[in-house]
C-alpha cells in the first residue's frame, strides 16, 4: 500500500496565537491520503494523489440580514514539483478572486454541476502552494440561519452549520471528501450580541471591532476530515461540566441542559477505559435550537446537540455517548468513502453501548441493543434479507434508502458478535489497536477485515466462525448473530401482547418502566387502534404529557396511523417546533398514508413549516410530499 506524504515538513505556526493545550502532542501535520482503489472518493471532484489541501484558513464575516458568509480562504497544497492544477469542491459559492500568496491573480474555473454533489473547482496554480479564495456563500445548504422567533429567547438571530456528508463545500472551498484529511483555523465576525463556536480550540477573548461586531479565532491542529468543519453563532453561554467538558446553550436552556448533561466527564473517563486515551483535549458540546435536523453531530471539540434529547431524566443520554464515541471512531478514524459508513457509525453504536454499560449499567445497555436489534430484524423484514443496500458495505452514498439499521445497528451488532465469540479482552485489544494504528486516517471495509485477520483472528477455525466477510460485504444477516438477551423486554412485551388481546393497560408499571422500555412498549402495540381505545392509551399513560420526546414522536406517529383527530393540534405543534429529521419525516410520511384525510394535513402544515426547516430536513420531506420530485 502506498501513502502519498508529504515530502515537506510544513509549519502550522498560528503566528502571534497562544494556542491552548490541544490534547494529543502525537498527531502527525499531515495526514495520508490512501490510494488503494476501494478509497477512491467518488463524491468529490478533487484529485487529492495530485495535489491535495493541508491546511485551511478562513476569515469570515457573518451577516444575518442577507444570509451570507463572505470573506477569505486561504489554502495550503501539498502537490509535487511540476503539478500546476488543483480542483477543489464548490457548491454554489460566488467567487470573486483567487490570488496566490503575493496577491497575484491566479486563473480558475468552475466547471458543470452535478446534482448533489456541486462542480469543479478547478485553479491553475502554477508554482503556488498557498492559494487565497475571495468569496461569498448565500443560502448554503449547510448552514441554517435562524430567525429570532426560531431560538428560545426569542431577541436574536442564530446560526449553525452541518457539514456531513457533503454539505460543506456550499460555504468553505476546499477539498471535501472524508480521506482528505487537513488542518484548519478561521476568524469569524459577527455582530456583538453574538458569540461565535466552532469545532476547533478557541484561540482566546474575541476581538472587539469598531463597527458593532466582534471576531472570534479558532483552530484545529490536527487533521480531521473536512466535514468536520462546523461553526454555530447565536446568544449563548457556557457552563462548566468537569475539568475538560462544558457546555454552551441558549441562556433558557443552560441549566436543564447542563444538569441533563452531567454525566459527561464520567462517559469521557469509561471511553478512555475502553479504547484509549481521549486525543482532542476539550469535549464541549452546544444544545442548539430545535430545528437542528440531527440528534447530535459528533464536530470535534465541540459536539453539535438537538435540545430534544433533554429528556429530565437523563434517558436519552445514549445520544452523548455515541457523539462522544466518535471521537474515536469517525473523528480519528475515518471511512475514507461514504459508502463504508458503518465504520463511522457502527463502530460508533458498538461504542456508545459500551459507554451506557460503564455508566449506567448492564441492563439498560441491554435494552438499547435489543432496540437497535428490533430495528435489523423490521428492516429487513421490510426491504428483504437480499437488498443489496443491506451490506455494511455499500456502493452508494450510504445514503438514507435504508435508514439507521444497516451502518449502525448491523454494524453494531457486527462488532458485538465478534466480542460474543472471541470474548472481551480479546475484542478490546483488537479495537484499542485498530483506533491506535489508525489515529488520524482514513479507513475502508477491506482494511478493517484485513486488520481482523491479521490482528485478531486466532485460528481457520475461527474465520469460519467469525463469516467476517459474510457480514461486511454480503447482504442480510448472517446467521452467528450473538442476539440480545431475550429477557431484556421480557416483561413490556407482555404487557404488550395483554394490550393487543384484551386491551388490558398496567398503568404503575408503565411507571417504573425506562425509556427504553416504554419505547419497545409503544412501537409494539396493535398499528391500528380505535379512537376510543387511542383515548384510554393516552389518559392511562398521559402520553400527549410526555417530556420525553421519544415517547412523544411514538405517541403521535400511532395517533396519527389511525387518525386520531384529537392529536392532531399536537401533532402540528410538535412539527413547527422540532426540525430533527429522525422524527419530521416519518410524521409525515405516516400522514401521507392515510389517504386524503393525512394528506390535506401534511400539505397544510408543511407550507408553514417547510420553511423553518433545514435543508436536510426539507430534502428528505420534499420526497415525501412528492414522491416523484414534480
Ligand atoms: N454523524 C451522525 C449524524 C449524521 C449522519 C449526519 C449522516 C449526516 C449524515 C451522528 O453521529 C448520529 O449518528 N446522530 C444520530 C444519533 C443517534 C444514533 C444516537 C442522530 O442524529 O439521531
Ligand atoms: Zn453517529
Given amino acids: 500500500m502506498r501513502f502519498l506524504f508529504a515530502a515537506l515538513s510544513v509549519s502550522l505556526a498560528l503566528a502571534g496565537c497562544n494556542v491552548p493545550e490541544s490534547g494529543d502532542p502525537g498527531a502527525p501535520k499531515v495526514a495520508p491520503v ?4 476501494d478509497a477512491i472518493d467518488t463524491q468529490t471532484f478533487a484529485k487529492p494523489l495530485e495535489a491535495r489541501v493541508n491546511h485551511v484558513d478562513l476569515d469570515l464575516d457573518l451577516d444575518f440580514e442577507t444570509k451570507t458568509v463572505s470573506g477569505t480562504a486561504m489554502i495550503d497544497i501539498i502537490a509535487d514539483k511540476g503539478v500546476d492544477t488543483v480542483i477543489l469542491d464548490d457548491d454554489g459559492l460566488e467567487i470573486e478572486s483567487v490570488t496566490d500568496a503575493e ?9 458543470e454541476a452535478v446534482e448533489g454533489k456541486g462542480a469543479p473547482l478547478s485553479i491553475t496554480m502554477g508554482d503556488a502552494r498557498e492559494i487565497t479564495i475571495a468569496y461569498s456563500a448565500s443560502d448554503a445548504d449547510a448552514l441554517q440561519w435562524l430567525s429570532p422567533e426560531q431560538t428560545a429567547g426569542g431577541d436574536h438571530p442564530y446560526l449553525f452549520s452541518q457539514g456531513q456528508a457533503t454539505l460543506n463545500r456550499t460555504w468553505i472551498p476546499t477539498q471535501d471528501s472524508p ?25 482566546g477573548d474575541p476581538e472587539q471591532l469598531d463597527d458593532g461586531r466582534r471576531a472570534f479565532t479558532f483552530a484545529m491542529d490536527k487533521p480531521v476530515a473536512p466535514y468536520l468543519i462546523a461553526l454555530a453563532a447565536g446568544d449563548i453561554v ?20 447542563a444538569k441533563e448533561l452531567e454525566d459527561t466527564e464520567a462517559m469521557i473517563e469509561a471511553a478512555e477505559e475502553l479504547y484509549g486515551p481521549y486525543r482532542w483535549g476539550r469535549y464541549d458540546m452546544i444544545v442548539l435550537p430545535p430545528a437542528f435536523p440531527y440528534g447530535g453531530m459528533e464536530n470535534p471539540v465541540m459536539t453539535f446537540l438537538t435540545p430534544t ?6 434517558s436519552l443520554t445514549g445520544l452523548i455517548a455515541h457523539e462522544l464515541a466518535h471521537s474515536w471512531s469517525g473523528n480519528l478514524v475515518t471511512n475514507a468513502v461514504w459508502g463504508d459508513g458503518w465504520l463511522n457509525e457502527g463502530v460508533t453504536s458498538y461504542f456508545e453501548n459500551r459507554i451506557i454499560e460503564q455508566v449506567y449499567g448492564k441492563e439498560r445497555a441491554e435494552q438499547e441493543a435489543a432496540l437497535s436489534y428490533a430495528n435489523i430484524v423490521k428492516t429487513l423484514a421490510d426491504v428483504g434479507m437480499d437488498a443489496p443496500g443491506t451490506a455494511l458495505h455499500t ?10 439499521a444497516i451502518a449502525y445497528d448491523k454494524g453494531a451488532y457486527f462488532l458485538r458478535t465478534i466480542e460474543h465469540e472471541v470474548g472481551r479482552d480479546r475484542f478490546d485489544a483488537w479495537l484499542t489497536q485498530w483506533f491506535d494504528n489508525h489515529a488520524f486516517q482514513p479507513a475502508t471495509s477491506q482494511m478493517i477485515l484485513d486488520d481482523m485477520m491479521e490482528n485478531l483472528v486466532e485460528s481457520p477455525e475461527e474465520a469460519e466462525k467469525l463469516k467476517l466477510r459474510e457480514w461486511i460485504f454480503e447482504p442480510g444477516l448472517p446467521d452467528n448473530v450473538y442476539k440480545p438477551d431475550p429477557k ?25 418502566w425506562t425509556s427504553a422500555e416504554r419505547q419497545r412498549f409503544l412501537a409494539n402495540l396493535p398499528r391500528t387502534l380505535e379512537n376510543a381505545e387511542l383515548a384510554g392509551l393516552d389518559e392511562a399513560l398521559r402520553l400527549s404529557a410526555s417530556t420525553n420526546n421519544e415517547e412523544l414522536f411514538l405517541w403521535l406517529d400511532l395517533a396519527m396511523a389511525n387518525r386520531y383527530e384529537a392529536a392532531v393540534p399536537q401533532t402540528e405543534q410538535f412539527l413547527s417546533r422540532v426540525g430533527r429529521a429522525k422524527f419530521v419525516r416519518p410524521l409525515f410520511t405516516t400522514l401521507m398514508d392515510q389517504g386524503a384525510w393525512g394528506q390535506a394535513i401534511a400539505r397544510r402544515v ?6 423553518s426547516y433545514h435543508s436536510v430536513t426539507q430534502g428528505g420531506v420534499d420526497k415525501v410530499l412528492n414522491p416523484a420530485g414534480a
Fill in 179 to 203: 480521506g482528505i484529511r487537513q488542518t484548519w483555523s478561521a476568524r469569524i465576525s459577527a455582530p456583538e450580541e453574538l458569540t461565535v463556536v466552532m469545532s476547533g480550540l478557541s484561540q
Fill in 103 to 111: 496577491g497575484k491573480p491566479l486563473e480558475y474555473e468552475v466547471g
Fill in 34 to 37: 490512501l490510494d488503494r482503489p
Fill in 309 to 314: 434529547f433533554i429528556a429530565g431524566d437523563k
Fill in 606 to 611: 408543511y407550507a408553514k413549516t417547510r420553511s
Fill in 395 to 404: 456502493k452508494s452514498d450510504g445514503g438514507e434508502l435504508i435508514g439507521s
Fill in 238 to 257: 457556557f457552563e462548566e461540566l468537569g475539568p475538560r467538558s462544558g457546555v454552551w446553550s441558549e441562556p433558557e436552556m443552560i441549566e436543564a441542559a
Fill in 488 to 512: 431484556a423486554f421480557a416483561e413490556v412485551d407482555a404487557a404488550a401482547a395483554a394490550f393487543a388481546n384484551d386491551r388490558k393497560l398496567d398503568d404503575k408499571a408503565w411507571e417504573s
